[in-house]
């Protein structure tokens, strides 16, 4: 099986990332993103196979990195396609030097908020009455990317 990811080719495919927002999200209306939202975000596939099973979604915010959607097929969930798609996150942020990323959940979206608290993510507040169809709070988390500082000389330490 051979994965990788991709960045969404624009205007080309936003109409494919719409329909996928719509496969992945069908019983979420209010977390469908318009061709409006998609030409804004930094989109990504997730393909297997050459596949499109995933997507997601982000804005750069200063030092932050905003995951404004994270996206698998319902059909490949449980196989461990979101944990390959948040390692792959969290490796993009550290390689463009982000300091922090953000990313929000339903709160009734227990798998995600799971597989963001086993990456290290924390929640930074609940947002009531975030989302109207249906009505619900959401969770927002974030993850703080700590650089290692610079080798700066020898790693020899003097006895005494």
Not at 71 to 77: A, K
Not at 112 to 117: K, T
Not at 132 to 157: C, D, I, K, N
Request: with cysteine; proline share 5%; glycine share 4%.
């Amino acid at each position: 099986m051979k994965t990788e990811f991709r960045r969404a080719r624009k205007p080309d495919e936003l109409r494919s990332l719409e329909i996928f927002d719509r496969k992945a999200f069908h019983q979420y209306p209010d977390d469908w993103f318009s061709r409006e939202d998609w030409k804004a975000f930094d989109a990504w596939w997730l393909l297997v196979d050459n596949r499109k099973i995933g997507c997601c979604a982000f804005e750069h915010q200063r030092a932050t990195l905003y995951i404004a959607s994270t996206g698998i097929l319902p059909g490949f969930q449980g196989q461990g396609f979101g944990d390959l798609m948040k390692c792959w996150q969290i490796a993009y942020a550290r390689q463009h030097k982000f300091k922090r990323i953000v990313t929000n959940s339903r709160k009734s979206n227990k798998p995600m908020i799971a597989l963001n608290r086993k990456f290290g993510f924390k929640v930074l507040r609940t947002l009531p009455n975030y989302y109207q169809r249906p009505r619900e709070a959401t969770v927002v988390m974030a993850l703080h990317l700590y650089q290692l500082p610079a080798f700066t000389g020898s790693s020899r330490t003097s006895s005494p």
